[in-house]
């Protein structure tokens, strides 16, 4: 069912007794559903909405584009184009610098960026392009930021890819002081903004009495970014994409940080009141607490309609971040969901301790998996709902069971409480389909 060398990253709970690693790159052979490192890069940095994004390098690697992230934007949509210098195999023999030279002249003449983002691939780190010196250079002609992404595919994984893109996003922080700030502001990081969540968090926190200063990087703006070292505090909620934003923020601007998580109805609160009491100021604690009161008073009574529908259902998790399983975890339970199998691709020790902790026994824990395991983890535990993403989707569908995207490509609202709504009515929807009766099911095993 596993290879043996994979086996301190399983755990059945209540069962097992070590620690479960994770963080360490993937066994060879074991077909990881990990993506490279320059995926990484991309998907927190493409949501900056007014910069151009070109990915240095063959075709191939610019088909990921916008639509699969989902990310939405209140202005610019400059982000939701793809652009690529297309190398062929002439580049890779006498190099591709000129032609990446003339696409971004180019380019800027034509869309007049506030920034560009310039990705290197697997290929230009093969051929050793110096994208540094060209991105130098038009940088010196066009007088905007020009940030090269080094972040040649095989050079780890997709939270390698996180951290160079946090370094990236670095170059252009403290480059301007001109937007207006109110008493209370802050930087909300590692919300990409899907199906438009980021304002929805930016009503709450609006209503509370703080100003999101900038938000890093859903709905991102070059010029609210470059503002970002004015912000008096961080709120991280990606926490394995921007820890390392975090961190580094603090140790140049002295910026505190503090993780939260916006999905399900727990952590949403506990944010706002984490954040309110960041200011020591009682008016935004009691906002914060009418809030909560009041949403808590819209939802909770139709959450209890799905929670009689749903009590025999049994889901399987398996997602890019513990922090999102953590939660997920949190919110099915509330609406009577059990977790048999729950698995991360970035998870640590500590995340996985604290999954251990608030899952119930039996439930399978998992590091960095794949589909194969994935799917004799359903046969075995009987899992009837799958909630990951776009990869697992297929694994989900095979095996003819109920699936819900819970990542970058979804186009519904899952943060805060009307996410949790909507959260609710899909898991409710998905079970109850019809259509399952028509599909071949899984032999359990
Ligand atoms: S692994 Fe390399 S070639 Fe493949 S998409 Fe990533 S950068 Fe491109």
């Not at 691939?121 to 992404?149: A, F, L, M």
């Not at 929805?200 to 859903?218: D, F």
């Not at 961080?234 to 921007?242: D, H, K, L, R």
């Not at 922090?323 to 998870?347: D, E, H, P, W």
């Amino acid at each position: 069912m596993f290879l043996q060398k994979r086996r301190r990253q399983i755990f059945v709970n209540g069962v097992d007794s070590f620690d479960l690693i994770g963080g360490i790159p993937s066994l060879a052979g074991s077909v990881s559903q990990r993506a490279c490192s320059f995926c990484g890069a991309r998907v927190v940095l493409y949501p900056i909405t007014d910069a151009l994004h070109v990915v240095h390098g063959p075709i191939g690697c610019a088909a990921y584009t916008w639509d699969i992230r989902g990310s939405m934007s209140s202005g610019s949509e400059l982000y939701r184009n793809s652009f690529s210098t297309d190398l062929r195999e002439k580049h890779i023999v006498f190099g591709g610098e000129e032609r990446l030279y003339i696409t971004l002249m180019e380019l800027i003449n034509q869309y007049s960026p506030s920034a560009v983002f310039v990705y290197s691939t697997c290929i230009v780190g093969v051929i050793g392009d110096d994208i540094q010196s060209v991105c130098s250079e038009v940088n010196k002609i066009k007088c905007i930021p020009v940030i090269p992404v080094m972040v040649e595919g095989f050079l780890g994984t997709k939270k390698d890819g996180y951290k160079i893109a946090c370094d990236a996003i670095m170059n252009l922080i403290g480059t301007d002081a001109t937007k207006k700030l109110s008493l209370y502001n802050i930087n909300i990081l590692g919300d990409f903004n899907l199906a438009g969540e980021l304002w929805i968090l930016a009503g709450y926190y609006k209503k509370i009495g703080i100003q999101v200063l900038s938000s890093v990087t859903g709905d991102g703006k070059v010029k609210d970014i470059q503002n970002a070292h004015r912000a008096a505090l961080n709120v991280v909620q990606c926490s394995g994409s921007m820890m390392r934003l975090a961190k580094k923020m603090k140790e140049k601007y002295n910026i505190p940080f503090i993780k939260v998580s916006y999905f399900g109805v727990e952590d949403m609160s506990i944010a706002l009141y984490d954040v309110a009491n960041f200011f020591q100021d009682e008016k935004l604690v009691e906002n914060a607490r009418v809030l909560v009161k009041n949403e808590l008073k819209n939802l909770l009574p139709s959450l209890e309609f799905y929670r009689r529908a749903l009590f025999k259902t049994k889901a399987a998790i398996y997602v890019g971040g513990a922090f999102k399983a953590i939660s997920l975890v949190k919110a099915l339970k509330l609406i009577g969901v059990k977790v048999v199998i729950v698995g991360t691709q970035t998870g640590n020790v500590d995340d996985y301790k604290l999954l251990k902790s608030i899952c119930d026994d039996g439930c399978i824990i998992v590091d960095d998996s794949n589909p194969v395991e994935l799917s004799e983890f359903i046969k075995l535990t009987k899992a009837n709902l799958f909630i990951g993403g776009v990869k697992e989707r297929a694994i989900a569908y095979k095996l003819g069971l109920g699936f819900c995207d819970h990542n970058h490509e979804r186009k519904l609202a899952l943060a805060g409480y009307e996410g949790m709504a909507n959260f609710a009515k899909e898991v409710y929807e998905t079970v109850n389909s019809p259509v399952w009766q028509f599909v071949r099911q899984y032999k359990v095993l």
